[in-house]
């Protein structure tokens, strides 16, 4: 596997498994309506992007994205310090938001910084990108 693809990829991972940690620990803090089913199918499409990025690797026999724990417990415990004093939809639109925006900036770098990268991967880190646009445009409505 080229370096450039396996960093896309990789990329791809580490968002998506963001994106599914993020929404899950949110979850956690919203009733069963509208705003919770519409987040559970943004995680379910996460999952859907990160199994083809693994499949991708795993074609290649490249290196998998390896969470970090540390991270992890630092992404829930600032969702639960932002949350702490308000749960309403529109501020956890705003995370989700937030959250979103910075997952396309990091992967507008990788792609930038791994231009020699094949189609394929490319195409899976811009399918990434087009989504989280959607998720954005979809979340506006809770503000």
């Keep these: 596997m080229k370096h450039d693809d396996a960093k896309i990829l990789q990329e791809v991972q580490r968002n998506a498994e963001l994106g599914m940690t993020t929404i899950d620990t949110i979850l956690d803090k919203i009733g069963n309506d509208e705003f919770s089913l519409q987040l559970s199918k943004q995680s379910l499409h996460y999952s859907e992007i990160y199994n083809k990025a693994l499949d991708q690797i795993l074609k290649h026999e ?76 979809r979340l506006r409505e809770y503000l």
């Design 62 to 137: 490249g290196n998998v994205y390896r969470g970090n724990q540390v991270a992890d417990m630092m992404l829930k415990g600032s969702i639960h310090a932002n949350t702490a004093l308000n749960v309403s939809k529109g501020h956890l639109a705003e995370m989700m938001i937030q959250s979103s925006h910075r997952g396309i900036t990091s992967m507008w770098k990788v792609m930038k910084h791994n231009q020699m990268a094949t189609n394929e991967a490319i195409e899976l880190a811009q399918e990434l990108v087009d989504f989280e646009q959607e998720n954005i445009e």
